[in-house]
């Protein structure tokens, strides 16, 4: 196929006609290498395969971690913390899938986060995966930071709260921690981990019940935890005791 490209004719990419290209119609995950180790490799690729196999698509096939341990070599990421991403895609109706593997350095120096309130929804089947067609959270995640945020708790029309843009969060009331229901966010490995550690408990949080939590984290596989201190208007105490003791089993020592 012949396709205009950069203001030339060129022959397009074997890529350009599949629905991962047209579409966004594939599946990925987003990985920890903490300098010494791949963190929950096994957690991430059962989140993996249980997407693209929910879709038709087929699994397997790969060393995974011979694969992830050449792509940081290759990539001199030896000894430093890295993410590392898995790309799953259909390429034929047969549901035959393509794997790329990708790792690039990664550090952060946030050490508490703030959130806005994103004001546009979305309800699919597709919140429970992460797609290649992330826009939805992309958006919201771009958003928040042109305002001087850090990301963006997506919620419902009717103010229910799902998850943050690019992770999970996690509130306490006294001695409770609560965390949304799994219906309308991404099964959480991040928060997994955390429910290994803590008694936590899914119910429906709307945003008028953010007035009555003392402290909030914001969860995902690449920091661990962190605390919350806001949402918009509302406040929280920056725990950091709870933060590091879940950090410690996500990203390992």
Partial sequence: ??????????????????????????????????????????????????????????????????????????????????????????VNPEGETQTDISAHEYTTDISEYRLNIHDRHQISHLNRHKSMNWAHQFLALKRAIRGGYDNSLLISEENEIFEAASGAVLFRHGNKFVTAPAGNRLPSISLEIAKELLPIEERGIHLWDLEDFENCWFLNSMIGAKPVSCISVF?????????????AAVCGS
């Fill in 1 to 90: 196929m012949i396709i205009w490209k950069n203001g030339e004719l060129t022959t397009a990419d074997e890529r350009f006609g599949l629905p991962a290209f047209k579409y966004g119609f594939g599946f990925f995950e987003s990985i920890l290498y903490n300098g010494k180790k791949i963190c929950h490799l096994d957690r991430h690729l059962k989140r993996l395969q249980g997407s693209l196999e929910e879709y038709g698509c087929i699994f397997g096939g790969i060393d995974y971690e011979k694969a992830i341990n050449d792509v940081i070599e290759a990539n001199s990421l030896g000894g430093k913390r890295a993410k590392i991403n898995i790309y799953s895609f259909e």
């Fill in 235 to 247: 406040t929280f105490e920056p725990d950091h005791e709870t933060a590091a003791k879940i950090t």
